[in-house]
């Protein structure tokens, strides 16, 4: 059982201020000139000091300085954003680079998912209760999963059953074509995972996924990503993988 919590949300972070962020960091505004801004706008909502350093410590991972590893796909992240400014693609690049430099949030993305498959919806206990049996029975574990499903409760992926219920259901959903687009959140949910490899058929319906559709997914569409590589495990199973050596990193 792992001894050590990976790094995770420690408050609510609304998706507005991860939008805000996303736009200051594609204007190449450095953090420490982006910050006052997002302070700001955070201290609207939260004008607790604590509060308001740790929304900031998260909107700096994930859109000004991403954690070892996730460096070209926040680059890549900022050129997706610059090309098409639209709801969908702020969603899908919020989602994809959240769950690569939290992978802590990206196991509550995937254990929501997989009861939402099985059952159509899931109970916070029931969330709450996989992670512990990943990370440890601790209250900590418990009270950041809730940090968690409160942000997925803001960005509108999942919806409440009932008011104060702690019943969750499925909420908005979106649907990616566009190849480097889905290329680049294969990368995402990789590291995310933090899996080497993995089955192309296990990747474009992986649980963590659960509030985005893949569509018309290849092995060419893969391709336009340069960090993936495309193999044979099998005649019938494709598998995708990261380039580890220092064209991924170029």
């Known amino acids: 059982m792992p001894s050590k919590i990976e790094i995770a949300f420690r408050r609510k972070v609304r998706a507005v201020w991860l939008d805000q962020g996303m736009a200051l960091a594609a204007g190449n505004l450095p953090w420490q000139d982006a910050k006052p801004a997002l302070a700001g706008a955070i201290a609207e909502e939260n004008p607790g000091a604590e509060t308001i350093r740790k929304v900031l410590e998260h909107v700096r991972r994930i859109w000004f300085e991403p954690p070892t590893g996730c460096e070209r796909l926040h680059a890549d992240a900022l050129e997706l954003y610059r090309s098409r400014n639209s ?41 709450q209760r996989r992670l512990r049996e990943q990370h440890g029975d601790r209250d900590f574990v418990s009270r950041i999963t809730r940090y968690d499903v409160s942000s997925f409760l803001d960005w509108g992926v999942i919806l409440e059953a009932r008011t104060r219920s702690a019943i969750y259901t499925a909420g908005t959903t979106i649907s990616l074509k566009n190849p480097g687009q889905i290329a680049w959140l294969a990368e995402a949910v990789l590291i995310s995972r933090r899996e080497n490899q993995m089955a192309l058929s296990h990747l474009t ?28 495990q099998s005649l019938n199973e494709e598998v995708v993988s990261l380039h580890s050596g220092p064209s991924a990193a170029t």
């Open 87 to 127: 709801a969908e693609v702020r969603f899908l690049l919020n989602w994809g680079m959240t769950v690569a430099a939290y992978p802590f949030v990206g196991s509550v993305a995937e254990a929501l998912g997989r009861l939402l498959k099985l059952q159509q919806q899931a109970h916070r206990a029931d969330i």
């Open 205 to 232: 319906n992986h649980p963590v996924l659960f509030p985005i559709t893949l569509q018309n997914v290849s092995a060419a569409a893969l391709r336009t990503n340069p960090r993936i590589h495309i193999g044979r």
